[in-house]
């Protein structure tokens, strides 16, 4: 029998992506706003999937910023001036 | 210590970088092993300073929040009080005349034996001058 016979052919086709499916490296079900995603641990550390989560929610996140660099600087410089100044003083060190 | 074990301290630019559209300087820790510090009164202003940072990137609280949560998974906090005075009284004299305001990071960088993670260029040309050169670049 002709094995490029397309009856033979979508047959492969299928049992092909069905073992895709059944051996992929994640999984995704959506339902509403929650997604809960499957995949194989690996030798991934819980460290490595929780940042990778992170980095996700992180990622979205910024989409929206409308956050500058400047700004980002100058809340930072606010931020570190605040935890010298306590330190500084609570220590007894010159400003 | 090997250098992929050497601890990180994560400066206060970097973590707002985060919430910056053209980049995330963050995507650098999700392949690495290392320990990412900050020190705890840092997270603590940030937060003092929510209602600023919520108007600054146009983001609603609930979003900060999220932000804010995510980061805690990232980065390890380290309370300052642990720190020796040794190590402020040393990154005061190394920030004297470059930016006295940043001391905390480099405090912190020197009681971890770490490297310093910084976007802050001034800073950094400053440090190296004074014969600090223990920076991190991702």
Not at chain 1, 63 to 74: G, H, I, N, P
Request: with cysteine; glycine share 6%.
């Amino acid at each position: 029998m002709d094995s490029t016979h397309p009856d033979r052919e979508e047959s492969m086709l299928a049992q092909a992506l069905e073992e895709i499916e059944t051996q992929a490296a994640f999984h995704i079900e959506s339902t509403g706003d929650e997604v809960v995603v499957r995949f194989r641990r690996g030798g991934l550390s819980e460290r490595q999937i929780s940042r990778f989560l992170a980095l996700l929610e992180l990622d979205a996140i910024r989409q929206k910023s409308q956050l500058t660099e400047e700004a980002a600087m100058e809340l930072a410089d606010e931020i570190n001036r605040a935890v010298w100044e306590k330190t500084r003083r609570r220590l007894g060190l010159p400003g | 210590m090997s250098p992929e074990k050497v601890p990180v301290v994560v400066d206060a630019n970097i973590l707002f970088s985060a919430l910056l559209r053209p980049g995330n300087n963050f995507i650098a820790t999700l392949t690495s092993e290392r320990r990412f510090y900050v020190s705890e009164s840092v997270l603590a202003e940030i937060f003092r300073h929510k209602e600023k940072i919520v108007s600054a990137a146009r983001l609603d609280q609930d979003e900060l929040a999220r932000a804010y949560h995510a980061i805690l998974m990232i980065v390890e906090l380290y309370r300052e009080g642990l720190i020796p005075t040794a190590c402020w009284e040393q990154a005061a004299e190394l920030c004297r005349g470059v930016d006295p305001n940043d001391a905390a990071p480099v405090a912190l960088t020197l009681a971890l034996d770490g490297l310093l993670w910084t976007g802050d260029k001034a800073l950094k040309a400053g440090l190296m001058a004074k014969g600090f050169d223990r920076f991190f670049t991702p």
